[in-house]
């Protein structure tokens, strides 16, 4: 089939990738318009499109997709079928009928779970066990189009964001491109969503991602690797905001329990105080700093026990 690709972000790339590796035609490129990046502020191509670039593909930029340009442009490559992954923009229904056999996305959750922006994170931070990936024709709804098939994949314990994307971004890009095939064989066919187990995913906003010591560990745990690495999670000191890295749980039974936010601090370690038992620190960056150990930090800030981190803030 001939096919463009739409998608943004570095975690589109294996599905474009995998894409061009495959049989079918990929003629074009649609990705969102170079963005303002780094302390110059200089406009900087999005990751899909600097790898299509490199594989000589033709790349579309267009500040929104109902722009009569774009869709010129999207006519004349005559494409059966246009795959997604985090594209970043609301396809208008004039967008969507351009193409035959629909526009494809490649969703990170099980559909009908986590319709929206931040499926991955919602996923973790709801405390889920398996997670996975779906592909599904785009439908003016959010997320509710008809789906083709479905991956799944287990959470692990340890599991950042962006441990958890990159895997599901991996084998989704299989997944895509087994989809496309049974699309141009005539071999698969949509099936709609159930209208139950719907639930939501919007975007993580920064203030959601500020950690609250008051709930139990295993929440504080969830939140902070929810928002690892973006927005980040962070608690304050001294008036100031640091960026908390995931934390190590502890085990109940030793009975180590200290007030919310505040801190035990040893040679080779820092606990931390939750609304049940304290957890392990991890990594921390200071507002201005790098990133380091939380017993480095605590040892040139020289922090002392006692102290409560969000006392300020």
């Not at 209208?195 to 560990?217: C, F, N, Q, R, Y």
């Not at 606990?271 to 930090?297: C, H, N």
Request: glycine residues 10%; negative net charge.
């Amino acid at each position: 089939m001939r096919l463009v690709f739409a998608g943004t972000p570095e975690v589109a790339v294996p599905a474009l990738e995998a894409i061009h590796a495959s049989d079918h035609d990929l003629v074009g490129v649609v990705t969102r318009p170079d963005a303002p990046s780094g302390r110059g502020r200089k406009l900087v191509a999005s990751p899909v499109a600097q790898r299509a670039e490199e594989l000589g593909i033709e790349v579309l930029k267009p500040e929104h997709p109902r722009d009569p340009e774009f869709q010129a442009a999207l006519r004349a490559l005559e494409p059966d079928c246009c795959p997604v992954v985090a594209y970043g923009a609301l396809l208008p229904q004039s967008a969507l009928d351009i193409v035959p056999l629909g526009w494809v996305n490649l969703h990170f959750s099980c559909l009908p779970a986590w319709r929206g922006a931040a499926p991955v994170q919602h996923a973790i931070w709801a405390g889920d066990e398996v997670t996975g990936a779906t592909t599904f024709r785009i439908v003016k709804a959010m997320d509710a189009g008809p789906t083709f098939g479905v991956m799944t994949e287990r959470i692990r314990p340890t599991d950042t964001a962006g441990d958890l994307l990159t895997r599901l971004a991996e084998g989704g890009a299989g997944l895509l491109v087994a989809t496309l095939d049974g699309l141009e064989k005539g071999e698969i066919a949509a099936l709609d969503q159930p209208t139950d187990g719907v639930s939501l995913a919007p975007k993580i906003l920064v203030e959601d991602a500020h950690v609250d010591w008051t709930e139990p560990a295993a929440a504080v745990d969830r939140r902070i690797r929810a928002c690892t690495p973006a927005p980040g999670a962070w608690s304050t000191h001294e008036g100031e905001r640091i960026k908390i890295g995931p934390v190590t749980l502890t085990d109940p039974a030793d009975g180590l329990r200290l007030p919310p936010g505040e801190l035990a601090v040893g040679k080779k370690q820092v606990l931390i105080g939750t609304g049940s038992y304290a957890v392990r620190l991890g990594e921390v960056k200071p507002f201005g700093k790098k990133q380091m150990d939380a017993a480095d930090w605590a040892r040139g800030a020289r922090l002392e026990s006692g102290l409560v981190l969000g006392a300020d803030g």
